[in-house]
């Protein structure tokens, strides 16, 4: 830990410069113990699908086995490969994010097609359980923006409406201006988020440990991607939610 200096006694200018120098170093300290503690639950993240993919092999190796068992193991397996990619993934993002600054290739973009573009690619598992999304857009003009990480925004948001949402239920998807900007909001009739929760969700690894939420699968990464890739389009970020009745996450993208 580094010294904090001592302020001298008069409150002039050496003071403040001093004071300042002390906040500055608490602030660093407090990134770096933020750093240590991401790393340690990462590892903690990658660990978990490791123990169970070598726990459900060992299986298989020990006794032998019916071919039903061994189909069984091995399906096992292969979906918590699929987990830890996934994972392995987010966190490749999520620190190139962080370190390298992102190229950005902007273009006229029309929100609504990249919308339908996430959505076919989500159609599936949209329709395994039955969740209608409903598209209003108010006729908005393209925006300027870079393809890649707008899809990589609403693939997020969507991914979560969806999987957060009960089979049967409604998501919408809602586009409008709002003064000159335009605007997107998500909505989702799902399980909700706590309102201690909220201020965290966009937290690296942060998952909320309400019961309905543990029982879902997740990586807790997702919605940092999401705010780390907004900022770096300038786009607004909201979310306003209501335990038990749903959530809506809104996007304010910036004018011109
Ligand atoms: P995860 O992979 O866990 O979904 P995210 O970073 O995308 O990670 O989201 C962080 C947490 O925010 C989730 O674990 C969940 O608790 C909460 N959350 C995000 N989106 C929603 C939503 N649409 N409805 C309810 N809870 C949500």
Redesign the pocket.
């Known amino acids: 830990l580094a010294e904090r200096i001592a302020l001298p006694p008069r409150p002039d200018e050496l003071h403040t410069l001093a004071s300042a120098i002390n906040q500055l170093l608490e602030r660093m300290e407090k990134a770096v113990v933020r750093e240590k503690q991401f790393t340690a639950d990462a590892s903690h993240e990658l660990r978990t699908p490791l123990a169970v993919l070598k726990g459900t092999l060992e299986v298989l190796v020990r006794k032998p086995r019916s071919a039903a068992e061994y189909v069984e193991n091995i399906t096992l397996s292969v979906q918590e490969i699929d987990r830890l990619t996934h994972l392995v993934d987010q966190l490749l993002l999520l620190a190139r994010f962080d370190s390298a600054p992102q190229v950005e290739h902007r273009q006229e973009l029309p929100v609504l097609s990249s919308v339908h573009d996430v959505l076919h690619r989500r159609r599936a598992a949209l329709e395994a359980r039955r969740i209608r999304v409903d598209v209003q857009d108010a006729d908005t003009p393209p925006i300027h923006s870079d393809p890649y990480l707008v899809d990589l925004i609403l693939d997020?948001l969507l991914d979560?409406?969806v999987?957060?949402s009960p089979a049967g239920s409604t998501i919408t998807v809602a586009l409008d201006e709002a003064g000159a900007r335009q605007r997107c909001t998500i909505s989702?009739e799902?399980?909700?988020?706590r309102p201690e929760?909220l201020g965290r969700?966009f937290d690296p690894l942060?998952?909320?440990d309400?019961l309905a939420?543990k029982e879902i699968g997740?990586?807790?990464?997702?919605?940092?991607i999401v705010a780390r890739a907004c900022a770096l389009l300038g786009i607004e970020l909201a979310v306003a939610?209501e335990l038990g009745r749903g959530?809506t996450?809104t996007l304010l993208f910036p004018a011109g």
């Open positions: 997020n979560n409406a999987k957060y989702d799902g399980i909700g988020i929760d969700i942060y998952r909320s309400a939420h997740g990586t807790g990464l997702g919605l940092s939610s959530s996450f």
